[in-house]
């Protein structure tokens, strides 16, 4: 089941899409949309928690199944404590990854596989996003960003990882494009972080007209 308003963005690193939530943020607040704003992992405090657990650099003796099934528990608590009231209470749900973020890094990128994921995040799949932004930034694009940035005041275990699994990354976001066209809507990351964020914002608005 696919829930009305529930939007998520989805991308690589260096995406742009925290500045581009941000602007989708002050447009709705010019027009006076209820909404609110939300990540994944993360958005409560058990969900804060399980993240710190996932993006500590000491837990470099994590397994793949374990990472992912932390995702998929911080997720169903998320769905029922935070996402699904606000629904309820006609807001809109802007959230930083969910699902597909789990899909294309453990699913693909780890190996572990689309249908072991899903199978994994069985008491979330009735609680599907409406529409998903994926933000495609081509990994030499995003390569050439991360190095521009300071990262000393940022750096978590998935920051650590190779460039290669970050080409796998993007080579699964790439398939599940392919396999969700009626929910996914791909916007161009490799412009300009303006013409992006414009463009994101343009797309959530029609959406919001339908």
Same mark, same amino acid.
């Given at each position: 089941?696919?829930?009305?308003?529930?939007?998520?963005?989805?991308?690589?690193?260096?995406?742009?899409?925290?500045?581009?939530?941000?602007?989708?943020?002050?447009?709705?607040?010019? +027009?006076?949309?209820?909404?609110?704003?939300?990540?994944? @992992?993360?958005?409560?405090?058990?969900?804060?928690?399980?993240?710190?657990?996932?993006?500590?650099?000491?837990?470099?003796?994590?397994?793949?199944?374990?990472?992912?099934?932390?995702?998929?528990?911080?997720?169903?608590?998320?769905?029922?404590?935070?996402?699904? @009231?606000?629904?309820?209470?006609?807001? /809109?749900? +802007?959230?930083?990854?969910? &699902?597909?973020?789990?899909?294309?890094?453990?699913?693909?990128?780890?190996?572990?596989?689309?249908?072991?994921? &899903?199978?994994?995040? =069985?008491?979330? +799949?009735?609680?599907?996003?409406?529409?998903?932004?994926?933000?495609? /930034?081509?990994?030499?694009?995003? &390569?050439?960003?991360?190095?521009?940035?300071?990262?000393?005041?940022?750096?978590?275990?998935?920051?650590?990882?190779?460039?290669?699994?970050?080409?796998?990354?993007? =080579?699964?976001?790439?398939? &599940? =494009?392919?396999?969700? @066209?009626?929910?996914?809507?791909?916007?161009?990351?490799?412009?300009?972080?303006?013409? /992006?964020?414009?463009?994101?914002?343009?797309? /959530?608005?029609?959406?919001?007209?339908?």
């Amino acid at each position: 089941m696919k829930l009305k308003n529930f939007i998520t963005f989805e991308g690589g690193e260096c995406s742009g899409k925290t500045t581009i939530i941000k602007d989708i943020v002050k447009k709705f607040e010019e +027009l006076n949309i209820s909404y609110i704003t939300t990540r994944e @992992p993360g958005g409560l405090p058990i969900c804060e928690q399980i993240r710190n657990v996932i993006l500590d650099v000491n837990n470099t003796d994590m397994s793949s199944e374990c990472e992912a099934l932390l995702y998929a528990a911080s997720r169903i608590q998320h769905v029922k404590q935070k996402i699904l @009231p606000a629904l309820e209470e006609g807001k /809109v749900v +802007l959230c930083d990854r969910f &699902l597909d973020s789990s899909l294309a890094y453990q699913g693909y990128a780890r190996g572990i596989g689309f249908e072991r994921i &899903l199978k994994a995040n =069985e008491f979330s +799949l009735d609680y599907l996003p409406d529409l998903t932004i994926f933000i495609d /930034v081509k990994p030499e694009v995003a &390569l050439k960003r991360l190095q521009n940035q300071d990262r000393s005041s940022k750096s978590d275990r998935l920051d650590k990882e190779s460039i290669d699994f970050h080409k796998k990354v993007y =080579e699964g976001y790439k398939k &599940l =494009e392919e396999m969700y @066209p009626d929910r996914i809507i791909t916007i161009d990351g490799n412009q300009d972080l303006a013409t /992006v964020s414009r463009n994101c914002v343009e797309a /959530v608005l029609k959406y919001l007209k339908k």
